[in-house]
């Protein structure tokens, strides 16, 4: 790594001619003394002198340096981690604000819990907005881009290793009720479209954060299909089932019909990875959330921060040495001849 | 050698000046950062991202700019003058909705992530094709309030409804008191009405929208004028009357600087403590005391004292 150094307030530096003033002729200095050659040789004394200006020089040159702020400018290191670059797209649409099961939907009568979708148990997507913010907490490694989507696609945080404005982003799509429409195709091709023209550089994943799907017409399936192959990602879908959602899995020949079984069998059927996790409860979301985290650990190129360090201190340090050096020569100094 | 003789008076000022040198210099290499009281903003910027901020009434650089281009300019040249400790979010309005994009975050340390994100609000995003501003206004509202940090609202928009407002309006909802977000109305565009480009879903450009094709005002008598709601100019008595009614400041963005010195206004500063280092003016004195000693021997100086 190479040493390089800026200063935060490099104007200061126009201080610096302050630190010849020593090395000026000082009359207050000198002795009177009648005939110069029958002073004896006083080589150490000249010495003295001589490092007793370097040192003036040196303590005013430093304070002037300490104070236009030096430091090594922050940088950024390549490192190889385990991590992967995930485009996180949320579903914005009004179904979100949905109700999620309590803990102990199964005691309860069916009847009642369906009237119970709209104020029983946590929102969906607020249960969605804490458990990511997890985990993208716990994935310091990772880099994150975020994406709500509604009638189309709401491009939000572009690839960042900055969680917090990740976060912030997470806390906005959890902020306020949804929108009217849902169009998944659009938004997953434009979440593909994130890793275009982006250098691969490790494992890369589309987390699909959705309570629902849709029928995806042929020339939008084969778009996202290409998409995905082109840009090497894994689907990863993050299914929020609330009361009355079909699950998944479902054997029924008939079920294409349901939207949601439909789209989970066409990305079933691509070649590159895909899994589904069923989130009908918070506990199964925390679950689904921690498995993510635990299958994609591939190699991942990205670049650590180190942030800036200041050098003032070490100046400072140096000044007040001078000064201490200054004192003691200042001692042995002949001052007067009585 | 007498004592006398070894620490002659000479020595006294000049090693004085050292001695208090050396020790304002420990202060500073040890002093900890204070905590000081400074000036901090915290806004949730909404931008208007319905089709008639797509009217190139603007400039940039001598080329015609949309008012989406040029509020977006605007505010992200307002953002590098915002001090250290603010924090700023983003909001897109459509429809009848403001949807929160981003939860204000500190400006500083996430600059370039914020630039990033403002980069990519524009009409793409857009999720419906009306444009009910008052509506737009008090979601904005009760975003701010619900996002956390009680942000301050600003809210850019040309204030073309569509389809137009007969009458009063709409009344605020009932859960917003007229002033107690606070914020300011930002009127985006020019006074000369222009045809307003029509685009689809993904930004492709399909000409304008004829008179014909949106809903038109009711005039009631042949007196007034007629309605051009497919025309579009900043309409700034509704906007003025808007922001009166939600207790929001109004200014009408004529450069760049109408945006910064309206977020700049010391009235919509908050004050958060900040850890200042000092060091330097421990520092500073240190060195002052040092060349106390030098002064003298400037050529200038050491005539006028002999």
Redesign the interface.
Known sequence: MSINLDFSHPWALL?LP?AA??L?????DTLLFSYLPWLPADPAGRIVGWLRSAF?VL??AS??A??AGPGRPQTQVARTGRGAEIVVLID?SRSMDERMLPSNWRTIDPIVRTQQAWNRGPQKSKTARDLLSKFVAQRADDRFALM?F?????????F?Q?D??VL??I???G??PG???TDVGRALIAAIAEFDLREYSGSRIVLLVSDGGAQLDPPTRKRIAAGLARNRIALYWLYLRSINSPSLDSQDPQSDAVAEIAMHHFFQSLSTPYHAYQAAEPKDLAQAVADVGRQQNLPLDYLERIPRRDY??LC??L??FS??M??SF??V?L??W? | MSARRRFPQGLGRDSLATGVAFVLLLTAIVMPPFNVQRSTYNYLIVFDITQSMNVEDYEIGGLPASRLTFAREAVRRALRELPCGSRIGWGAFAEYRTLLLLAPIEVCGNYNDLLASLDRIDGRMRWGNASEIGKGLFWAMRGARDVGGQPKVVFLTDGQEAPPLDGEGVPMFEDLKGGAIGGWLVGVGGYAPRPIPRTDADGRPMGYWHSDEVVQRETPSSKSAASHEHLSEVREPYLRKLAREVGFEYVHLQNYDSIRDAMLNPRFAGRRPTPTDFAWVAAAAALFVLNSRFWSRLPFVRRAVT
């Open positions: 201080l302050l003033l020593p000026l002729w000082a009359r207050s003036a303590a005013i304070i002037v300490g104070l914005r709500f509604s009638a189309g696609p709401l491009p939000v945080v572009n960042t900055h917090d404005v912030a982003g806390t906005a799509g902020t306020g929108l009217s429409s003032d201190r400072f340090g000044g007040a000064c201490v200054l004192l200042g001692a100094q001052r007067g009585s």
